[in-house]
């Protein structure tokens, strides 16, 4: 079992002025005043001074900002920390010392290009932002995939807000979306000290693997149309009945991108089965459903618009080695202890092909040992949530099937809450929400981070930094 080494007790309680305050000011802030030059010494002299941590590359950035790619060294096992280590990748957004720190992570990879999630430009922090163990640069060589579990990830987390804490002392937030918000939940499961609150936006909760009847219910019920579902259940099946056409452009494209199937999916005839009944899934997690639902081919549309409109929607290329070998590390997670959905079927009959396609497991190469479903983790992490959990706040979207299963919460006087973005899909964030929500969330976000009636300003908006950073967590295609 991995030692919980609490930080020290939260210091969120002596900030509870601001919640009189930050509704008032979500709307009307100016930029703060940070001093992105440390006092005492340059911050490059002060990153390097953190033991296990390396500068990889300072990058420039917007004015009011340094910007870091770091290096930060890890045991394989944290059971065993004198045993192998691999190099985490890291970025860092600095903007002061006297500002709170938002630990992000999208679950996946790292992205190197500065930006800011939603909780640090309100809070107007700095950003630290991770990329979760085994995904490549920061992968253990040889890899021990045993070492790739909810446990040793958070401990990963847990170690470099111990290196960093006394660097950045003022208050911890962490957030995620999608698998990074789950991360983030899993980290405040085991190391509840580690930060003053959580942000986890859209982030799934898988409780019993083999009980899906929620996300049955889902299909049956979402959206404001029922014809949008019957539409695309008819565009399922017309795909399918042109299966042969269908596969044969698919081994086209392939020849001509150069792609492959046998490492995973195993063939272009499973791969365009796989395709097609992720393709709901993937339209209610990203469409802009208002517009959408009346762009969905008819059952009599000519081949080739109908395989215009699954590329648009799911993507050819995503279901080849090429597309899933980079997502290894989520799928091995899912086959392990995460857990994986399912999709309606039966308006499919007989013309499946490959039952028991839809799961993680059929995206893992051939030869890889997988372990036995851990069917106790995803228990553990909801029993937490729901009954010891505090200072968390999720978000997730009404037309969005990853929320599904979501993170059960009861508030009270544990400050831990759930809202729902009306109509929103799996991009929803804090803005998206009602304005009573909206109010709510950022109201906490505030008390958690710390920010008092002298640092209560939420920062402009920087183009630069926050657009992309928004939509960057929105394409994170988890179980695709």
Known sequence: MIPRTPRTAPSWRSAAAALLTATALLLTAAPASADPEPAGGDLTDRLEAVPGLRIIEEIDTEPGFRYFVLGFQQPADHDDPDGQSFEQRLTLLHRGFDRPTVLHTSGYNVSVGAFRSEPTRILDGNQISTEQRFFEPSRPDPADWDDLDIRQAAADHHRLVEALDGLYAQEWISTGASKGGMTSVYHRRFYPGDVDGTVAYVAPNDVLDHE?????????????????????????????????????????????????????????????????????????????????????????????????????????????????????????????????????????????????????????????????????????????????????????????????????????????????????????????????????????????????????????????????????????????
């Open 212 to 480: 899906d009847h929620a996300y049955r219910k889902f299909f049956r019920t979402v959206g404001d149309d029922p014809q949008c579902q019957q539409d695309l259940e008819a565009l399922q099946r017309a795909a399918l009945e042109r299966r042969g056409e269908l596969v044969d452009h698919y081994t086209d494209l392939a020849e001509q991108n150069d792609w492959t199937f046998d490492r995973t999916i195993g063939s272009a005839d499973k791969a365009l089965e796989m395709l097609v009944l992720d393709t709901p899934w993937a339209f209610w997690q990203y469409q802009p459903h208002a517009e959408a639902c009346g762009e969905v081919p008819s059952p009599e549309a000519s081949t080739e618009d109908l395989a215009a409109y699954l590329d648009e929607v799911a993507g050819f290329g995503f279901y080849t080695d090429q597309g899933t070998l980079p997502y290894t590390p989520y799928y091995f997670q899912a086959a392990t202890q995460l857990g994986t959905p399912s999709v309606p079927t039966g308006h499919l009959d007989g013309l499946l092909r490959y039952p028991g396609l839809f799961q993680a497991r059929s995206y893992l190469p051939d030869d890889m040992d997988v372990p036995r479903f851990d069917r106790w983790a995803m228990p553990d992490i909801d029993h937490w949530v729901t009954h010891r959990s505090e200072r968390m706040l999720f978000v997730d979207g009404e037309y969005d099937p990853w929320g599904a299963e979501h993170f059960r919460v009861r508030g009270g006087k544990r400050d831990t809450m759930r809202f729902v973005a009306p109509a929103a899909n799996h991009g929803a964030d804090i803005t998206a929400l009602t304005d009573e929500d909206r109010s709510k969330a950022t109201a906490a976000l505030r008390r958690w981070g710390g920010v008092g009636d002298e640092l209560a300003t939420m920062a402009d908006r920087i183009p630069e930094l926050d657009d992309a950073g928004e939509r960057r967590e929105r394409i994170e295609r988890g179980f695709r």
